[in-house]
C-alpha cells in the first residue's frame, strides 16, 4: 500500500518559515499611482479529491445529536453537517503569517453549551514552526474565532498526534479546560473558558518519551508530553467542577494520573501497568471503568506492541483486557470508544497494523470477550464482518490488485481516530491516513450480519499540493500532490477515479504540459524504486516511467518539457540537471544541480534554469545552459518562475525572503534583464490564466504581499495594478507552493495549499467555453471493462469519428442488459435514467476531427454475477459500430 503518511512540509516551505524570523526588509522604490480595487467578489472551491490526510481525530458532542468534528494534522478543523452528509471546514481564515495554526493538536465540543467549540493549534514543536501554539476558542460552532496565545508551541503534525484528546472541557462546570501540553510544558487549565491559560504546577510529571532523542531537528526528539485529559462526570452535579479526572502522561512507568479534588491535587494512580504508552482513554461512569489503550511507541506510524487495561473507579482494579495474547500483537491499540447507549460496549483498534490491514476490535461486555472486524476462515483467506464501498472516492482503491490476506480497499491504518455516535449505536466513523470511513449498521457486527462501510469524508479537503498545471486542452486541471501523487481532474465538481499511476509515486514535487502540444504531459516525485519521472501522451490519462534515473538521483526535484513536447529538462534532487527525449538522459552542462528548471511556452528549444540569485538559458534543448547577467534577483529563500504562453521569453519570477530581495521581477528579453514590479513586497507564487475581456495579455495571478496585505491578488493590466480576490474567511495558512488561472475561463484561479488540498476560485460572472451543437455522422464505439470486482466494476468507452465532418460536442447514449447502474464518471458528463445511459462531452473533449476519438470511464455496480457488455450505442440518432 502507501509509505507512512509523512505530512511534512517542504524543503521550500521550511526555508521560507525560517526567514519569516528575520524582520529586516529590503527597501523598496515608491510604486507608481495605480488603480486600488477592493477585493473582487470570488466563489471560492475545493477541487474535490475528498480526503487524501490523516485525522487523527473525530470528536462527537454528547449533548447535541449530529454534532460532531473532525481534526487533521496540516488541514485545519471540520465540523461534521448532517443534512448534507459532508465536512465543513472551520479554519480557512488562519492566515499566511500563523500557518502553523492549520495543524490541529486537540479539538473539544462543549456538552454544556454546544454552540462552543475549542481548538488546540499548531503544527511543530521544532523551529519548523516559528510561532508558538494556541487555543482557538468559539461560540457558533467554528464559524468565528477568538484566539489565547500560549507562551509554547503545540504539534498538530508532530509524532504522537493521534493520542488524546489533549483538551477537554469539565462536564460540568464548562469554564474550566484542560490543555496537556508537549515538550515537557505539563498541564495546563483555563477558567474562564479559554480565555486566558496557566500551568497546573501541581501536577507532578511532564512526560518523558521521545521517539528518536538522538534526532537533532527537533522532530523526532521532543517530549510527547501529556497525551489525554478524562473527566469522571459522575463525581460532580449541576455546575460545580468535576471532582475526580485522570490524565495520561508519556512515560512508560508512569503513564496515568488522577485527581479527586477537581485539579488541586494528583497523584499515580496505583497498580497501573507499566512498558506501554497511554494512547487513548474513554470512561464509562455508569459501570465505574477507565478504559485505556496503550501502545508501545507515540505513533501514529509505528508501533509494535500494545495492550488494553479497564481500570475499576470505585475498587482501584486494573485488569488486562487486550483483545489479542502479547504474542500474537505485532501493533500497538488506540481509536478507542464506547457506545454511550450500551456502555458496556467498548471498540479499539491495532491501529498500526499495516499489513495486511488494520485491526478493530469489538466488546460487548466491557472488555470480557473480544470480535474482530476480519479473521481468517483458512489463511489466506479472510472472512470479513463487513462490506466495503468506495464507489464515491474510487482513488482509495490505489488501483491495488494486491495478494490475499491484503485486500484492496484496506479497511485502513494509522486507525487512531475511532467513534461511536453517542446518540445512535448503529453510526461508527474513523479516520485513517487518507480518509474518514464509517458506518450506519453497525449493529449488524453483533447479529451476524455484516455492516457497511463507505467514505464519509466529503468536503474534507487534505492534501498538500506541490505544483498544479491547466492547460489550454484536456483536462482543466493536472496537480502533483504529497503523499498520493497528483491527480487529472476533468471534474473539478467529482472526484477523480484514480491518482496518477504506472508509476505511482509517493508524492508528486514537480509536473508540467507541452504548451503547443498539451496531451503530453510531464511528472517528476520520490518513489521507493524505480524512475523519479513519469510521461504522458494523452494529457495525463495514461503514464510511462521515463528512462532510468542517472546516478545519486535520491527525488523528484523539477521538471520541465519543451512547448511541443519534444524534450525534456530535469533538474531532480541528488544529481545535476539532465535533459533527454524521454528514453534516456544525459548531464546538462553549464548549470548547477538543484537548479529550478522551466520551459519557454513558445519556443521548443529554449529552457531556462534559477538558482542562487542566478537565471540560466537554453537555446539547445537543454544540452548546454549560459547565466544571464540580470541582477538583483533573490539570492535566498524559494524562487519560482514561470513563462508567459505564446511569447518567446516573457517570464516572471517571484520569491525571495525577508533577509534579501523578495517580490515579483518581470523579463520580456529571456531573462538578460529583470524589472522589478513595485508595490509587490513579496510575491511567492505566480501565474497566468486567460486574459480578460477587451486585454490581450494573460491574467496574472500570484499569492503576494501588496500594499502591507496578504493575499490571493490578481492583475489584468500585465502588473501595473493588483485586485485582491480572497478575502479574510479564505486564506488557507501558507498558499507559496503554485498558483495557476484558467486558459479557458476568465478569473478562475487555482490555488495551492498545503493540507487544505487545490482551492479554485470564480469570479462573479466567469463563464467557461461556449456550448456545441450534436453532432452528425458515423462512428464506432469501444467499451472495455478494465475492472471487476463483488457488486461493482469499471470500464472505457472510445468514442470514434467515423465520418468526414467535425463534432462540435456529442452525446452517446447505451442500455445496461443486466440492470447495472451507472455509479461514477469521468471525461464526461453521464447520467442513467432506468438502464439507459446517456454520456455527454464536458467542456474540453466535444471536439472530435474526422479519424479522432473521445475517450471517457466510469465505475458502476451490479446485483449478480453476469456483467454483460451493452449491445447497441447511439450518438444522437446514429448507432454506432461496436469494435
Known amino acids: 500500500m502507501r509509505r507512512p503518511l509523512t505530512r511534512l512540509l517542504t524543503a521550500a516551505v521550511l526555508t521560507l518559515t525560517a526567514s519569516l524570523l528575520t524582520h529586516s526588509q529590503a527597501a523598496q522604490a515608491d510604486p507608481p499611482d495605480r488603480t486600488r480595487v477592493a477585493a473582487d467578489t470570488y466563489t471560492w472551491k475545493n477541487a474535490r479529491i475528498d480526503g487524501g490526510g490523516f485525522v487523527p481525530g473525530i470528536v462527537f458532542n454528547r449533548s447535541e445529536k449530529n454534532l460532531a468534528y473532525a481534526r487533521t494534522d496540516i488541514g485545519g478543523a471540520y465540523r461534521w453537517e448532517q443534512g448534507t452528509k459532508s465536512w465543513t471546514p472551520l479554519l480557512d481564515s488562519v492566515g499566511w503569517d500563523d500557518w502553523g495554526h492549520t495543524g490541529v493538536a486537540s479539538l473539544a465540543t462543549d456538552a454544556v453549551d454546544p454552540d462552543k467549540v475549542y481548538a488546540a493549534v499548531g503544527t511543530y514543536t521544532n523551529d519548523w514552526d516559528p510561532g508558538n501554539g494556541a487555543i482557538l476558542r468559539s461560540a457558533d460552532r467554528g464559524a468565528t474565532w477568538k484566539k489565547a496565545d500560549l507562551p509554547f508551541k503545540l504539534g498538530g503534525n508532530m509524532p504522537g498526534r493521534g493520542m488524546g484528546e489533549r483538551l477537554a472541557i469539565d462536564p460540568h462546570d464548562n469554564k474550566v479546560l484542560y490543555l496537556g501540553a508537549p515538550s515537557g510544558k505539563g498541564l495546563w487549565r483555563s477558567t474562564d473558558a479559554g480565555a486566558t491559560w496557566s500551568q497546573v504546577t501541581a501536577f507532578p510529571n511532564p512526560g518523558n518519551y ?72 474513554v470512561l464509562d461512569a455508569e459501570n465505574g471503568y477507565l478504559y485505556v489503550a496503550y501502545s508501545d511507541t507515540g505513533g501514529p506510524y509505528d508501533g509494535g506492541k500494545g495492550q488494553v487495561w479497564r481500570y475499576a473507579t470505585k475498587t482501584g482494579e486494573w485488569k488486562n483486557i487486550s483483545p489479542a495474547a502479547d504474542a500474537d500483537t505485532y501493533y500497538g491499540y488506540s481509536g478507542l470508544t464506547l457506545d454511550r447507549q450500551h456502555p458496556g460496549t467498548v471498540m479499539v483498534s491495532g491501529y498500526s497494523s499495516w499489513w495486511p490491514d488494520t485491526l478493530i476490535f469489538r466488546s460487548t461486555d466491557s472488555g470480557g470477550t473480544w470480535t474482530k472486524a476480519w479473521d481468517y476462515s483458512s489463511y489466506p483467506t479472510r472472512e470479513n464482518r463487513y462490506t466495503m464501498d468506495v464507489s464515491s472516492v474510487p482513488w482509495l482503491s490505489w488501483g491495488a490488485n494486491p495478494t490475499p490476506p491484503e485486500q484492496s480497499p484496506k479497511l485502513g491504518w494509522m486507525t487512531e481516530a475511532l467513534e461511536i455516535d453517542p446518540f445512535d449505536s448503529d453510526r461508527m466513523m474513523y479516520g485513517t491516513g487518507a480518509t474518514i470511513y464509517g458506518t450506519e449498521d453497525l449493529g449488524k457486527w453483533d447479529t451476524g450480519g455484516k455492516f457497511s462501510i463507505t467514505p464519509m469524508v466529503r468536503g474534507l479537503e487534505e492534501t498538500a499540493v506541490n505544483d498544479i498545471a491547466s492547460p489550454p486542452s484536456g483536462a482543466p486541471l493536472l496537480s502533483a500532490l504529497g503523499d498520493i501523487g497528483g491527480f487529472r481532474h476533468t471534474d473539478l465538481t467529482k472526484v477523480p477515479s484514480m491518482m496518477f499511476t504506472s508509476p505511482n509515486f509517493t508524492s508528486s514535487t514537480s509536473l508540467d504540459f507541452a504548451e503547443s502540444k498539451p496531451d503530453v504531459v510531464v511528472r517528476a516525485g520520490n518513489v521507493d524504486s524505480g524512475a523519479h519521472v513519469a510521461l504522458s501522451n494523452d494529457n495525463g490519462a495514461n503514464w510511462y516511467a521515463a528512462g532510468a534515473d542517472p546516478s545519486g538521483v535520491t527525488g523528484g526535484g523539477t521538471v520541465a518539457v519543451s512547448a511541443d513536447g519534444s524534450r525534456y529538462v530535469w533538474s531532480p534532487d541528488g544529481a545535476g540537471v539532465q535533459t533527454g527525449t524521454g528514453s534516456s538522459w544525459t548531464a546538462s552542462s553549464g548549470v548547477p544541480a538543484g537548479a529550478t528548471v522551466e520551459s519557454d511556452r513558445k519556443d521548443p528549444s529554449t529552457f531556462y534554469a534559477f538558482k542562487s540569485g542566478t537565471f540560466y538559458a537554453s537555446s539547445d534543448g537543454g544540452a548546454t545552459f549560459t547565466a544571464k547577467a540580470s541582477s538583483g534577483l533573490p539570492t535566498d529563500g524559494p524562487v519560482r518562475f514561470k513563462a508567459v504562453p505564446g511569447t518567446k521569453g516573457d517570464i516572471w519570477l517571484v520569491g525571495g525572503s525577508t533577509k534579501g530581495a523578495y517580490g515579483l521581477w518581470h523579463s520580456k528579453d529571456g531573462g538578460a534583464t529583470f524589472t522589478k514590479v513595485s508595490g509587490v513586497e513579496q510575491a511567492d507564487t505566480i501565474g497566468f490564466g486567460k486574459a480578460a475581456p477587451g486585454a490581450t495579455y494573460q491574467t496574472l495571478y500570484a499569492s503576494a504581499k501588496i500594499d502591507g496585505v496578504r493575499g490571493i491578488f490578481r492583475s489584468t493590466d500585465a502588473g501595473v495594478s493588483w485586485t485582491r480576490i480572497n478575502d479574510a474567511a479564505h486564506q488557507w495558512g501558507w498558499t507559496g507552493a503554485a498558483i495557476t488561472g484558467d486558459p479557458r475561463v476568465y478569473g478562475r484561479v487555482y490555488v495551492s495549499t498545503n493540507g487544505r488540498g487545490v482551492i479554485y476560485g470564480d469570479t462573479a460572472g466567469a463563464q467557461g467555453p461556449d456550448p456545441d451543437p450534436e453532432p452528425s455522422g458515423t462512428c464506432s464505439v469501444t467499451y472495455k471493462v478494465t475492472n471487476e470486482w463483488s457488486g461493482g466494476f469499471q470500464a472505457d468507452v472510445t468514442l470514434t469519428n467515423t465520418g468526414t465532418s467535425a463534432w462540435n460536442g456529442w452525446s452517446l447514449a447505451w442500455a445496461f442488459p443486466d440492470g447495472q447502474r451507472l455509479a461514477q464518471a469521468w471525461n464526461t458528463t453521464a447520467t442513467q435514467s432506468g438502464s439507459t445511459v446517456t454520456a455527454k462531452n464536458v467542456d474540453w473533449n466535444g471536439k472530435v476531427a474526422p479519424g479522432s476519438s473521445a475517450a471517457f470511464g466510469f465505475t458502476g455496480s451490479r446485483d449478480g454475477t453476469t456483467n454483460t457488455e451493452p449491445k447497441e450505442f447511439r450518438l444522437g440518432d446514429q448507432k454506432c459500430a461496436v469494435n
Open 210 to 281: 521521545a521517539a528518536d532523542p538522538s534526532d537533532t531537528s527537533g522532530y523526532s526528539s521532543d517530549n510527547q508530553g501529556v497525551a489525554w485529559v478524562t473527566f469522571d462526570e459522575s463525581t460532580s452535579t449541576g455546575t460545580d467542577r468535576t471532582k475526580t479526572l485522570y490524565v495520561g502522561v508519556a512515560d512508560k512507568e508512569n503513564s496515568v494520573y488522577r485527581s479527586t479534588d477537581a485539579g488541586t491535587t494528583w497523584e499515580r494512580v496505583a497498580g497501573q501497568p507499566t512498558g506501554h504508552l497511554p494512547h487513548k482513554s
